[in-house]
């Protein structure tokens, strides 16, 4: 069973960094799709960011694209979400996911994922 442990989050003033990290277990890293997601109160899971496992592509949504960065790490079976220029609406919880091993289809809906990591805050004040 993959297991997803996320972290990494905190309170930042808008313009500021945060580095996300989530260590996956239980699977062949090698060949899992990454994916982060973002929750703010009273809204829909919303897609951030993902990475495939077999061309290493990236994807962002376009309300991050330019200042996150989406990157991952084989050989500590850790994927990494960089969080620049942060504004006061990317203020949600973050969740890592992965879909099912060697997935090759759409990254952007979170049906598409089996598993979850457990949610770490990002708070961004003005």
């Known amino acids: 069973q993959v297991q997803l442990v996320d972290g990494g989050g905190g309170s930042v003033h808008t313009g500021g960094s945060l580095t996300l990290s989530c260590v996956v277990s239980?699977?062949?890293?090698?060949?899992?799709?990454l994916g982060w997601f973002r929750q703010a109160p009273g809204k829909e899971r919303q897609f951030v960011a993902a990475?495939?496992?077999?061309?290493?592509?990236?994807y962002y949504s376009s309300s991050v694209q330019g200042r996150f960065t989406i990157s991952r790490d084989d050989a500590k079976n850790t994927v990494y979400l960089q969080m620049n220029s942060l504004r006061p609406e990317d203020t949600a919880m973050y969740y890592c996911?992965?879909?099912?091993?060697?997935?090759?289809?759409?990254?952007?809906?979170?049906?598409?994922?089996?598993?979850w990591g457990q949610g770490t805050q990002v708070t961004v004040s003005s």
């Open positions: 990475v495939t496992w077999y061309e290493k592509a990236t």
């Open positions: 996911a992965a879909p099912p091993t060697y997935y090759r289809g759409s990254y952007y809906h979170p049906d598409y994922y089996d598993f």
């Open positions: 239980g699977g062949t890293f090698s060949s899992l799709g």
